[in-house]
């Protein structure tokens, strides 16, 4: 095993869900060791959080910008850090860690505003540090074996791709306590509502499997709990570049769905319909032939699925595995052991950006097709 690599944080203190997912994903294959961070930032929080984490205290720190200095003057400093802040404060924690040559690895999206991604995006250009956005569900395996097979020319040419991301959680109007939905209920944090913090992925997920690059959207945005300034549920249509079309269902006021992402990708030889819910499980269709059922350990799969998975055919493996996958070929990429090119980085970051405006601008002209 290549040497553990050390892990900085921002954010992810007591009390923030995403801080935790990173943490652990970061552990399961025992590429990272977290030893540094700027966990809230109230200084005491962060000092708590620190302790709880077995930080040392002299690696705790009241500022992202004491971190970066610090960090970056230390032998020992850390390889890269994860920011897992609301999507506001990506930007200046981005920027700073860049500017002090250390990689990042980013929670989507990009920023809550184009200013924002633009700083970003200047400050990768002009480091020689690594930039890694975490679209976590392209590192499940059997995503990485449909952008395989499209690739392979398995489906032929793409005429249609599908992808929708539907929760029910924010049906009703925002409980101030709960954390997780103030700060994504409030534009100024968020940048944009459903579209920003699920649709991204949505949209994200379609792009990969399908590697396709869309021409123009037309998006029709609601908001329909009262009082929400935020869209809660949208429906987007895509025209791809050489002529397939898309389209692109966003929801956090579906009740019964849970996190129902799912993906459709139909070409002129075949489909493929995968399901994050069970996401071990993905059905190919070659056109005038029986459905198969593909799964994550089948036999056959090779490696599209088969170099991305860890344990034995009939054991889930699913959220915190997929997300495990980017850290390690994080870790894999800050070694020099690989190209990276599976993991999403500042093209797939602005990419997501010009989705969220586009169709914040097509939703405010009445759906008009905005294009590239």
Not at 20 to 26: D, K, M, P, T
Not at 108 to 120: G, N, S, W, Y
């Amino acid at each position: 095993m290549s040497k553990r690599l050390k892990l900085g944080m921002v954010g992810g203190g007591q009390g923030a869900f995403i801080g935790g997912v990173h943490r652990i994903a970061s552990r399961i294959d025992g590429r990272w060791e977290l030893v540094a961070g700027a966990l809230s930032s109230d200084p005491a929080r962060a000092a708590a959080s620190a302790t709880d984490l077995g930080i040392d205290e002299g690696r705790s720190y009241g500022s992202y910008q004491e971190m970066a200095t610090a960090e970056a003057a230390r032998d020992d400093g850390i390889d890269a850090v994860a920011i897992v802040t609301p999507n506001h404060v990506h930007a200046g924690p981005a920027v700073a860690f860049l500017e002090a040559g250390i990689n990042v690895i980013c929670d989507k999206p990009l920023a809550a505003t184009q200013e924002d991604a633009a700083r970003i995006k200047a400050a990768v250009e002009a480091s020689s540090a690594k930039f890694i956005l975490t679209h976590n569900y392209t590192g499940y395996p059997l995503i990485r074996q449909a952008r395989e097979m499209v690739a392979r020319g398995d489906l032929g040419t793409l005429r249609i791709v599908q992808a929708e991301y539907a929760q029910d959680w924010l049906t009703e109007e925002a409980d101030p306590s709960n954390k997780q939905a103030d700060w994504r209920t409030d534009p100024a944090r968020a940048g944009g509502g459903g579209i920003g913090d699920i649709g991204t992925h949505a949209y994200n997920l379609a792009n990969f499997v399908s590697g396709l690059k869309t021409a123009a959207l037309a998006a029709d945005l609601s908001s329909f709990v009262p009082g929400r300034k935020v869209d809660d549920n949208a429906h987007i249509l895509l025209r791809y570049e050489g002529g397939a079309k898309g389209m692109v269902w966003v929801s956090q006021v579906a009740p019964g769905n849970e996190n129902g992402l799912r993906l459709r990708i139909y070409g002129d030889k075949g489909g493929l319909e995968w399901n994050q819910e069970n996401p071990n499980v993905m059905t190919w269709a070659p056109f005038g032939e029986p459905k198969q059922l593909l799964t994550r350990g089948g036999a056959g799969l090779g490696g599209g699925a088969g170099s991305h998975t860890r344990i034995p055919p009939g054991h889930p493996e699913g959220y915190l595995e997929g997300f495990a996958n980017l850290y390690s070929d994080a870790a894999d990429l800050i070694s020099g052991e690989s190209d990276g090119a599976l993991l999403p980085g500042i093209e797939a970051g602005l990419d997501g950006m010009w989705f969220i405006s586009a169709c914040q601008e097509s939703s405010g002209k009445d759906g008009a097709w905005v294009a590239r």
